[in-house]
């Protein structure tokens, strides 16, 4: 469950966001997430990661889709570094919105994941746009592992 702030264009709003993942082994991941007043709407989205290096550092890939008012592709590569009890992982972050135009957003992330309990993560995150059409978001949360 990560809270959210996205700020741009002078303005900054809150998001709650949750994220519902399960391992498929070889590397394969499922995700499915659901975000609350996400730039206004309501979101609902999965979508697949495939870790092609583990280790440290680790290298993933993702793809997947969201609908918030608009239906989007979403895409993801990261890097990981473990770093002993926190990992630190950057990457970057696009979805093509599939209406006129087709904007596409683009954001470098980068974030630190901390272990505080067997299944328990601490995760802070910073989602910065590189590009007009992506604004910054910036979240902290919790992540609980099965």
Do not use: C, Q
């Amino acid at each position: 469950v990560n809270p959210a702030i996205a700020t741009g264009n002078g303005n900054s709003e809150f998001m709650l966001i949750g994220h519902f993942g399960y391992g498929l082994g070889g590397g394969l991941d499922i995700d499915g997430k659901v975000g609350f007043n996400y730039f206004n709407e309501t979101m609902i989205g999965a979508d697949i990661e495939w870790t092609l290096k583990s280790g440290g550092p680790a290298f993933s890939i993702a793809g997947g889709l969201h609908l918030a008012g608009d239906l989007a592709l979403d895409g993801t590569m990261n890097l990981s570094f473990p770093l002993g009890a926190p990992t630190l992982y950057a990457g970057l972050d696009l979805d093509v919105i599939m209406v006129d135009g087709n904007p596409m957003p683009v954001w470098a992330v980068v974030g630190l994941e901390f272990g505080v309990a067997r299944r328990v993560t601490i995760l802070a995150e910073g989602a910065i746009g590189v590009n007009d059409e992506a604004t910054t978001i910036v979240s902290f949360g919790f992540n609980f592992y099965m």
